[in-house]
């Protein structure tokens, strides 16, 4: 597992107009070849008059299966393009498809280039890019005395609590990044005397959008 990528977490669309040329750009989330086949074929028949769609999609972790389509246009006029627009913002699990209405003017292979590059561009400005994180779940349990340490030190090292818990103990849920996690365990050890029992989770991925914390 890698420690941290980008995706699309909410699709948009966007569209540029270039000498009569209209470029509906859509993109969204995919987590398979299957998802992104389907999402193509779904924007095909909502286009159906329209003459090229074209596409690009990035799928796995580690970016393990891309493709791209001109469908029709001039080799590495349109697919290539879209596909440079996603790689060079880091966005992995991510399909983008263009539709071209032709508007009568022939724009040559560089207007081609800039207009499905920049359709794409336009989409992404409308959509919701999150940087998934890997993180693991640890759960710290203490006296209440140690409470308020263990509160500073998370707040202090922008530790995320999932959860809190209070009986005749306090326990806590935090989500660590796992680049941090032998740091944090031996400051919450270190900051309670040694009192505070941590119990390693699971690793799990995570993000923010717009503010809120998103599990994966």
């Not at 990528?5 to 107009?17: F, H, N, Q, R, S």
């Not at 992995?92 to 800039?114: E, I, K, M, N």
Request: with cysteine; aromatic share 10%; net charge negative.
């Amino acid at each position: 597992m890698v420690e941290s990528y980008k995706i699309v977490y909410e699709g948009a669309d966007g569209e540029l107009v270039e000498k009569k040329s209209r470029f509906i750009a859509q993109i969204r989330p995919v987590a398979s070849e299957e998802e992104a086949f389907a999402f193509i074929e779904e924007v095909r028949k909502k286009y159906w008059d329209a003459r090229h769609h074209c596409y690009a999609y990035i799928i796995g972790e580690r970016a393990q299966t891309a493709r791209c389509s001109d469908d029709g246009e001039p080799s590495q006029t349109a697919g290539k393009p879209m596909m440079d627009v996603l790689a060079g913002e880091g966005l992995h699990d991510v399909c983008a498809v263009v539709t071209r209405y032709f508007g009568g003017t022939l724009l040559g292979t560089g207007g081609l280039v800039r207009a499905y590059s920049g359709a794409v561009k336009e989409a992404l400005l409308n959509c919701s890019v999150v940087e998934k994180k890997l993180g693991v779940q640890l759960e710290v349990t203490a006296d209440y005395n140690s409470v308020g340490k263990i509160q500073y030190i998370a707040a202090q090292e922008g530790i995320d609590t999932l959860e809190s818990r209070y009986s005749d103990k306090a326990e806590f849920d935090f989500l660590v990044p796992v680049a941090v996690k032998d740091s944090f365990q031996a400051k919450i050890t270190e900051g309670t005397n040694g009192r505070a029992r941590i119990r390693t989770g699971k690793e799990l991925y995570y993000g923010m959008n717009r503010g809120e914390l998103i599990v994966f």
